[in-house]
C-alpha cells in the first residue's frame, strides 16, 4: 500500500511556503522567539496542506481476487439464427447451450472469485449481481428493446465490477451491433479513452464469437411513397428488395388495406417475381382515397419456403399524408351504429361521418389522423383503453384534431374520465368544486387473495391477482375525491386492507391495492360481515360493496348476511372470475343486495367489468331535473334560435376549468355548465354535459334548431384545412430518423428564421421532443435515433416570432429491425475488441478451456482510497490553530507558568514538597551566609561590655526569626507558625535615642539572634 497523487504537478505551489515563512518572520519581529517559529510552522504546515488537498491525494491497494462478468447477446437475430453444436453432433438452441457454457466454464473459480452476468438486445440489463454464489440462469429468455447494443452491455459490465477485484470480462455475440459504439466502450475498458484511470480499468475482454451464416433470404428493405400527395392523385410507390440468391415469389401491394393491382389484365392482385442475387427496385402506380392518410403495406412471398430463412423481413409500412378534410368519427355504443341521432344529422348536411363501436376506434396516432373531429356520444371510461385516452389527448393537443364530448347516464364524471389523461385537454372540472358536488357515496371493494388468484391469465405471465388488483385500482382512481372507499382482502380469513377514507389521493390508494398477494383458501363470508360493519355506520347517501372472487365459498350465512346489508341501504354487487368460481350464488347474492352480477370469463375484460361495477358510485353526478339552458352573452352563432329551445331532462354535474380559455355558451340555472369549448393546444375541444337522443334530450328530437346546433358544433370543433405553407420530409436509414421542414409562402419565398419545434410520436408511444435547427434556405432538419420496428410519426410546429405556422404532420416506417437485415456474423468487430482491451478470443464449444478465473498475464487490481477529507480535517485545524497563535496574546514564560499551574491543579501535593524543599536550601545557604560574616566581624570587633540591668524596649513588631517561622509554618500549611515559648517582656520605660547604646555584638543583636533562633527551631522541626 502506497500513496499515489491523481494531480502532482499541483506540489509545485508548495514553495510559496518559502516566501511565506520569510515575511511571516519580519512581519513578527517584536513577538518573542518561541511565538515567532510556531507561527512560521503552523502556516507553512497549513499551506502544504492544501497543496496536498488540490494533489488529490489516494491511497493505492493492490488484490488478486478476480470478478469476471459475462455479457450475453439474446437480441433477436443471435436467438434466431444460432445453433450451438454439441458432443452428439446434434444443435441446441442457442440459450440453453450459453447456461451450459456459462455453467461449465465458471466451475473452475476459487472461493472468492466471482461472476455476475448481463444480458443484452437493444437495452442490456443486468441478471446477475458479481456473487460468489453460482449465478442464477433463470432469467436470459428475455426480449427488452430490438437491435444489439454491444458498447451498452460493455459499459453496464464495467460499472458492476467491485473496486478491491481484479476485472475481466465476457462477451458472447454475434457482433452484428445495431446501435451504439463498441469499439468506444472497449477504448474505455482499455484505459485509452481517459489516461487517468487506465491503471484502474485495464480490463481485458474476451471475446465468444457466435458464428452463423443465412444461406437464403429475401428482404423488403424499403417501402417509399410520397411524403405529400392531393387526394385522388396517382401516385408512384417504390419497394426495395433484397435477395441472397436467384429467388422466386409473389410481391402484393395494399393501400389503406385494399389490395392495389399490380398484375395489369392478368388475373390476381399480386405481381409475380423473379428476383436475382443482390437488391432490386420495383415500381407500383396507386390512386390515393380522400383520407388524411394513405397507408401502405408490402409483403413479398416465395414460392419455396427453403429460400426466405426469415420472413420476419418480407413486409414494409408506409404512409403518404394528404392535405384533405377528414371524416368524422362517432363512438357510440347504440345497438345499432348507423341509427345515431348525431351521425344521422351530420351525414343530413353531408358531412362525411363513420359511425363505430368503441371496440373499433383505432388504437395508434396515424389511425386517428384519418378524422378531422372524433365525437365521443355517452362513452364511459372503461370502454377505452389508458393507451387510447393518452392517444387522444395527443390527437387533439399535438396533432390538431378535434374531440367532441357527449354527456350522458356514462359521460364525464358519470364515467370515469376523472383523472384520465383525455380530463386534461378538457374545457371542463370532472371532479367538480366542494359547493357544487351532490350527495355523498361510500363503496367497500372486496377482493379474493386466495391461492387460486395466482393462476396465469390466458398462457400470460400475469396471474388473475395482478390482473384484479389493476381492475380495482382503476377503479378506485376512476371515482370521485368526495367518494368514501376502503377495500377488504379475503381468503380464509378477512381483513380491513384500506380502511374507508375519503378518495383524496386515490393514486396512493391504488398503488396499495397493486401490492396485494394471493395464498391460502377461499372464505367469502367473513369478508362481507366485515365490509357490511365498515359501512352500516358511514354517513353516506349511497352505500355498495363490489365483491370479487374466483372460487367456492359456503353458502350457508351469506343469504343473511346479505339480506342485513340490503336492511342498511348497502348494495351488494358481485363480480365472478374464470369458470370455477360459484356463479349460481354470486348471481343469487348480487339480486339479494339490489345490485349487478358481472361472469367474467376472460380475466383480460376484468378492469372493464371491474369499473362499470363502481360506476354507481360516481352517480351523484348526475343532475336529473328538467331545466330550461341559459344562454351565455357570447355573441356565438352557436346559440342562435335558443329562446324557443326545450326543456333537458338532465346533466352531469361539472366546473369550468381554472384557466380563463374555455368559453361557456350555455349554463345550467344553477351555474353548471352545460356547453363549454375551448383551444387545447393544436385542437379544439367541446363538451355538451346533456346527451343526445336520450332520455334527457328526447324533446329536442323535434326541435328544428337542434340540427343546425350540432352542425355548427362539429364544424367549429373539427380540424380546418390546413394551408400548404411548408412540407416535411422523413426518412429512416442506418438507425436515424431525419426530419427535414421545408418552410416557404406563395408571397414570401423561403421563410427563413423560424422556431420548430415538435413531437415524435415512436411505436412505443413515449414521445420523444425535438427542435429542428435551419440549415438552408428555409430548411429545417434534425436526426434521432430509433431502433424499434413501427411507425414514427411527427408532429411539428412553425412558429415567427408570434405568427404560428399551420401545423406539419409526416413521419416514416422502420419496417424490420436492423438486426434482421444482416445474413451473416461480424468476427472481425469481435477481435477488434479483444485486440485493443488485450483480451483472448474463446471458443464456443470448449467452455472449460476457457479458464476464466486464470490470473496469467492479468495487471492485478488496484484501488485508490481518497484522503483528501483527512487531509481537510487536519488542515481545518491547523487553521484555528494559525489563527489562535496570531491573535492571542503570548510568550514563553507565561507559557510556563500556566504549565506549572496547571500541573499544581493535577497534584498539588507533590508541587509544594518540591518548594519547600527549595526554599529550605535556600535558607541553609543564608544561614551559613550569615554565620561567616558573623565570625569575620566578631574578629575585628572587641567584646561588648556586660549589659546593664535595664530591660530592653518592648518590641512593636515580631521579631524577625517569627517571620521566617511563620513562612515557614505556611508552607507546611500550618495555621500559625509554631514558636518556641519566650519567658514574658516586662514593659520599660521608653528610652530616648541618645541613651541607647549600640548593640554591636552579632550574638547579641536582635537580627541576628532572631535569624540564629529561627535556624535552630527550623532545625528541630525538621529533624536536622
Not at 515575511?23 to 522567539?33: D, F, Q, T, Y
Not at 385522388?232 to 429467388?247: F, H, I, K, Y
Not at 528610652?991 to 554591636?1000: C, H, I, L, V
Request: net charge negative.
Amino acid at each position: 500500500m502506497n500513496v499515489h497523487l491523481d494531480q502532482p504537478g499541483f506540489l509545485a505551489l508548495a514553495l510559496l511556503a518559502v516566501p511565506l515563512a520569510i515575511l511571516g518572520w519580519r512581519r513578527m519581529a517584536g513577538a518573542s522567539v518561541g511565538r515567532r517559529v510556531l507561527a512560521i510552522t503552523l502556516r507553512s504546515t497549513l499551506v502544504l496542506a492544501c497543496v496536498v488537498m488540490l494533489a488529490r491525494p489516494n491511497v493505492r491497494r493492490e488484490h488478486d481476487h478476480l470478478t469476471v462478468i459475462g455479457l450475453l447477446d439474446v437480441s433477436g437475430s443471435v436467438q434466431r439464427f444460432a445453433r450451438i453444436p454439441s458432443d452428439d453432433d446434434t444443435r441446441r438452441v442457442y440459450l440453453d447451450a450459453m447456461r451450459e457454457w456459462f455453467r461449465v466454464a465458471t466451475g473452475s473459480r476459487s472461493a472468492d472469485d466471482r461472476f455476475g452476468l448481463v444480458v443484452f438486445d437493444g437495452k442490456a440489463v443486468a441478471v446477475s449481481a458479481p456473487a460468489k454464489a453460482g449465478f442464477d440462469d433463470a432469467n436470459l429468455d428475455v426480449s427488452f428493446v430490438p437491435g444489439t447494443s454491444l458498447g451498452e452491455a460493455i459499459r453496464l459490465g464495467l460499472a458492476m465490477f467491485p473496486p478491491d477485484t481484479a476485472r475481466r470480462l465476457v462477451l458472447v455475440t454475434d457482433g452484428n451491433e445495431t446501435v451504439g459504439d463498441a469499439l468506444g466502450a472497449a477504448e474505455q475498458a482499455s484505459g485509452a479513452a481517459d489516461p487517468t484511470t487506465a491503471a484502474a480499468l485495464q480490463v481485458p475482454i474476451d471475446v465468444v464469437p457466435v458464428i452463423y451464416e443465412i444461406p437464403g433470404d429475401v428482404q423488403i428493405v424499403r417501402l417509399e411513397a410520397p411524403n405529400h400527395a392531393q387526394p385522388g392523385q396517382t401516385v408512384t410507390v417504390r419497394v426495395l428488395l433484397e435477395a441472397t440468391r436467384p429467388t422466386r415469389g409473389r410481391l402484393t401491394l395494399r393501400c389503406e388495406g385494399q389490395p392495389v393491382d399490380l398484375n395489369g389484365e392478368a388475373p390476381g392482385h399480386s405481381r409475380p417475381l423473379e428476383l436475382r442475387a443482390g437488391r432490386s427496385a420495383h415500381l407500383a402506380s396507386v390512386v390515393l382515397g380522400d383520407s388524411p392518410v394513405n397507408r401502405f403495406e408490402a409483403l413479398f412471398d416465395p414460392d419455396d419456403a427453403a429460400d426466405d430463412a426469415l420472413p420476419d423481413n418480407n413486409r414494409a409500412e408506409a404512409f403518404t399524408p394528404t392535405p384533405s378534410k377528414g371524416e368524422i368519427l362517432v363512438i357510440t355504443r347504440d345497438a345499432d351504429p348507423e341509427q345515431n341521432l348525431l351521425g344521422s344529422i351530420l351525414r343530413a348536411a353531408e358531412l362525411p361521418v363513420v359511425v363505430r363501436p368503441p371496440a373499433l376506434m383505432p388504437d395508434d396516432l396515424l389511425g386517428l389522423q384519418n378524422y378531422d373531429l372524433i365525437a365521443l356520444d355517452n362513452i364511459p371510461a372503461f370502454e377505452l383503453t389508458s393507451r387510447q385516452h393518452e392517444l387522444l389527448a395527443r390527437y387533439a393537443s399535438d396533432l390538431g384534431g378535434g374531440i367532441l364530448m357527449i354527456g350522458g347516464d356514462d359521460g364525464f364524471g358519470a364515467g370515469g374520465w376523472n383523472g384520465t389523461a383525455l380530463e386534461a385537454v378538457l374545457p371542463l372540472e370532472l371532479d367538480p368544486p366542494r359547493e357544487l358536488r351532490l350527495p355523498q357515496a361510500a363503496l367497500v371493494l372486496v377482493l379474493d387473495q386466495s391461492g387460486s388468484m395466482n393462476r396465469p391469465v390466458g398462457g400470460a405471465r400475469a396471474t388473475q391477482q395482478r390482473v384484479a388488483n389493476e381492475a380495482a385500482a382503476m377503479a378506485i382512481e376512476s371515482l370521485r375525491h368526495e367518494s368514501l372507499v376502503g377495500v377488504v382482502t379475503f381468503n380464509t380469513q378477512a381483513r380491513e386492507y384500506v380502511p374507508i377514507e375519503r378518495n383524496s389521493d386515490p393514486d396512493l390508494i391504488a398503488q396499495r391495492v397493486r401490492r396485494i398477494t394471493a395464498g391460502g383458501g377461499t372464505e367469502l363470508a367473513p369478508a362481507l360481515r366485515l365490509a357490511h360493519r365498515m359501512l352500516r355506520d358511514v354517513d353516506a347517501d349511497r352505500k355498495r360493496v363490489v365483491c370479487l372472487t374466483d372460487g367456492q365459498s359456503p353458502a350457508e350465512e351469506l343469504n343473511g348476511i346479505v339480506e342485513r346489508m340490503a336492511g342498511d341501504d348497502i348494495k351488494l354487487s358481485t363480480i365472478a372470475v374464470g369458470d370455477e368460481a360459484d356463479h349460481p350464488t354470486l348471481a343469487r347474492l348480487a339480486e339479494i343486495g339490489g345490485g349487478e352480477f358481472y361472469p367474467v370469463y376472460n380475466p383480460r375484460a376484468l378492469p372493464r367489468f371491474m369499473v362499470d361495477a363502481v360506476q354507481s358510485i360516481n352517480k351523484p353526478l348526475l343532475k336529473e331535473v328538467p331545466f330550461t339552458p341559459v344562454v351565455e352573452p357570447t355573441g356565438s352563432r352557436l346559440t342562435l334560435g335558443f329562446e324557443t329551445a326545450p326543456p333537458l331532462g338532465g346533466l352531469v354535474v361539472t366546473a369550468p376549468k381554472p384557466e380563463r380559455g374555455a368559453v361557456i355558451e350555455l349554463r345550467h340555472p344553477d351555474g353548471e355548465p352545460l356547453l363549454a369549448h375551448w383551444q387545447a393546444g393544436l385542437g379544439r375541444v367541446a363538451a355538451f354535459t346533456s346527451d343526445l337522443g336520450g332520455r334527457w334530450s328526447d324533446a329536442w328530437r323535434t326541435w328544428p334548431t337542434a340540427a343546425s346546433f350540432w352542425t355548427q358544433l362539429a364544424r367549429l370543433t373539427a380540424r380546418p384545412t390546413s394551408a400548404r405553407d411548408s412540407e416535411l420530409i422523413a426518412v429512416i436509414e442506418d438507425g436515424q430518423l431525419t426530419l427535414t421542414l421545408e418552410a416557404s409562402g406563395e408571397d414570401e419565398g423561403f421563410i427563413d428564421y423560424l422556431e420548430v419545434v415538435g413531437t415524435v410520436y415512436p411505436p412505443s408511444g413515449d414521445p420523444i421532443a425535438v427542435r429542428l435547427e435551419q440549415v438552408g434556405a428555409g430548411v429545417y432538419a434534425t436526426s434521432i435515433p430509433v431502433r424499434a420496428a413501427g411507425n414514427y410519426i411527427a408532429a411539428l410546429t412553425p412558429r415567427r416570432g408570434e405568427r404560428r405556422l399551420s401545423p406539419v404532420i409526416g413521419g416514416a416506417s422502420l419496417n424490420t429491425g436492423e438486426e434482421f437485415r444482416r445474413y451473416r456474423s461480424n468476427p472481425v468487430l469481435l477481435e477488434r475488441i479483444a485486440a485493443v482491451t488485450g483480451g483472448r478470443r474463446l471458443d464456443l464449444t470448449d467452455p472449460a478451456g476457457a479458464a476464466l478465473f486464470d490470473r496469467t498475464g492479468m495487471t492485478p487490481s488496484v484501488s485508490l482510497l481518497p484522503t483528501w477529507r483527512a487531509v481537510l480535517i487536519a488542515t481545518l485545524v491547523m487553521l484555528l490553530l494559525d489563527i489562535a497563535s496570531r491573535r492571542i496574546a503570548w510568550s514563553s514564560a507565561s507559557v510556563a507558568r500556566r504549565l506549572r499551574a496547571a500541573v499544581a491543579r493535577v497534584n498539588p501535593g507533590q508541587v509544594r514538597g518540591r518548594a519547600a524543599t527549595a526554599t529550605l536550601a535556600s535558607l541553609r545557604t543564608v544561614s551559613t551566609q550569615l554565620d561567616a560574616t558573623r565570625e569575620r566581624e566578631t574578629e575585628r570587633v572587641a567584646p561588648l561590655p556586660k549589659p546593664s540591668a535595664v530591660a530592653p524596649p518592648v518590641r512593636t513588631s515580631p521579631p524577625e526569626s517569627s517571620r521566617v517561622s511563620a513562612a515557614l509554618g505556611s508552607l507546611f500549611r500550618r495555621s500559625r507558625p509554631v514558636l518556641e515559648e519566650e519567658p514574658p517582656v516586662e514593659a520599660a520605660t521608653e528610652e530616648t535615642p541618645s541613651e541607647r547604646e549600640p548593640d554591636d555584638d552579632p550574638e547579641t543583636s536582635p537580627t541576628t539572634s532572631g535569624l540564629l533562633a529561627a535556624k535552630r527551631r527550623t532545625r528541630k522541626q525538621l529533624g536536622g
